[in-house]
């Protein structure tokens, strides 16, 4: 009998699912499956309903909602023990994990300087989030404007990037005065 993808994607979510401890996969393992599912999509898109792009369509969504499955719950067991194994993980559940990590440190972070009566440093971290900067760019003309920082912004051009206050970019956004895929530069610490 032939083993197919699903059935090896399968069989890694059921050993998954039997253990408490977070499994050594295969590293390209969603790599792999992206790819196949890459060279039979045209197929499954196929606005002729045939048998061919009936069973692509059918496939593509089995490797889809197996490989779904095994991500969160993968993501779930590292959750439950932030002492595993990094190296268990696949580098796109690594992406995944990356800012749960940095949670934790701000989580220590923050109460470390509770414990330590650290006024300055609360404040500073609530300043960071009050007055949160990103970068957007225009999709039309604009006039000046004034921050909620009271900084003056503007005037603008189409296809111009700035870097704005959060609180501005959402008012511009909603009016369609810029991109939504707006960039948050990196924290500084």
Known sequence: MIETRAD???RMLEDENNTHELLKIQQDVYHDIAAHIKTIRV?????EKNLT????????????DISRRLIELRIEKFNLNPESDVANLTLEERYIIEPLMQ????LERISECIFNGQVGELMHFSESVKQK???ARFLQPYSSISGVDL????PFEPEDVALLPLEN???????????????EPEEQR
């Open 8 to 10: 090896r994607l399968y």
């Open 103 to 106: 949670s934790r440190k701000r």
């Open 151 to 154: 900084a003056t912004y503007g």
């Open 169 to 183: 970019a959402r008012t511009l956004l909603k009016n369609g005065i810029i991109a939504q895929n707006w960039i």
């Open 53 to 64: 792009s009936e069973l692509s369509a059918a496939e593509r969504k089995i490797l889809y």
């Open 43 to 47: 197929e499954s898109l196929d606005k």
């Open 133 to 135: 900067y990103v970068y």
